[in-house]
């Protein structure tokens, strides 16, 4: 079925996360040293203990959020991207020193919050070009981070020697703050779980506020699920939940993808593995 309405992830997938997160991943944890009193020096240690320990088990340590009930589920790897990883990391460092979990996560939240705009800008190659052949397309980024942030990393991608912003349309179609990660186990629109071969937990499907953000997107274009594209680089976040609607998914991977991930979606008939952004546009317009 043709293709109506193209949804983009954007940090990792038209970016270079490692790049742009090493940054972010220092001034959060300066903010987690001055808030424990801990020399930077030992935080910094522990993170990088951490980080080695993430990579060796990242079902272990998937990344957690309270669902509608108030239970906290893994609803993400956590070893994926700097951004993903920085929150076990965090959680393990406070340990013991906030019992509030509530008050833990709206820390956790804040330090997000305030860390992300010292993250880098770099590209994946090959953005440039395809942001602009979707200029005439019904082409939407969609993401966790702020709409903003986005749409400054977005203006400055596009404006050119002489100051303009050829990727001016661009502006109103990105939608951030889409919290992929919330889950609510009442949503039966789907399933309440995906198994992949080879993942020691399930994929929670049930992430009503995503999915509320891609309907409105369908309404808007008259569309249904099955001609919808989405592209991402977490397949829990990003494309677990269209794919189980009905939608095409692209995984666009990196060096830390899991391989699960990429087995399961090379031999799911809606879905395909995507080496870099220069696939994207033929993938979603061509297949």
């Not at 309440?192 to 309907?215: F, K, S, T």
Request: aromatic fraction near 10%; charged fraction near 20%.
């Amino acid at each position: 079925m043709a293709t109506k309405v193209l949804v983009l992830d954007f940090d990792g997938t038209m970016t270079d996360a490692e790049e742009e997160g090493a940054p972010f991943t220092q001034v959060y944890l300066e903010h987690v040293a001055y808030l424990t009193g801990l020399d930077f020096e030992e935080v910094e240690a522990i993170a990088v203990h951490m980080e080695a320990d993430i990579a060796e088990n990242p079902d272990i340590y998937g990344w957690t959020w309270a669902d509608t009930q108030g239970n906290p589920v893994k609803v993400a790897p956590s070893s994926v991207d700097p951004y993903l990883r920085i929150k076990p990391i965090a959680e393990e460092i406070f340990h013991g020193l906030i019992p509030d979990q509530a008050m833990l996560q709206r820390l956790l939240q804040h330090l997000y919050k305030i860390s992300y705009p010292h993250s880098g800008m770099t590209f994946r190659p090959g953005v440039k070009r395809l942001f602009k052949r979707l200029l005439d397309k019904p082409a939407y980024v969609v993401t966790n981070s702020h709409t903003g942030a986005v749409q400054e990393k977005l203006k400055k991608l596009g404006t050119n020697a002489e100051g303009v912003n050829i990727l001016d349309a661009w502006h109103d179609q990105v939608i951030g703050l889409a919290m992929k990660y919330a889950t609510n186990p009442d949503f039966n629109a789907v399933p309440i779980h995906l198994n992949i071969p080879c993942m020691d937990r399930p994929v929670l499907l049930r992430r009503h506020l995503y999915a509320e953000v891609l309907d409105e997107l369908l309404e808007r274009h008259n569309a249904t699920w099955e001609e919808l594209v989405v592209v991402g680089d977490i397949f829990e976040l990003d494309l677990a939940l269209p794919l189980a609607m009905g939608a095409r998914v692209g995984l666009v991977v990196n060096s830390f993808t899991p391989v699960h991930e990429t087995q399961y979606l090379a031999e799911h008939p809606r879905g395909d593995v995507l080496l870099g952004v220069n696939e994207i546009y033929d993938f979603a317009y061509k297949s």
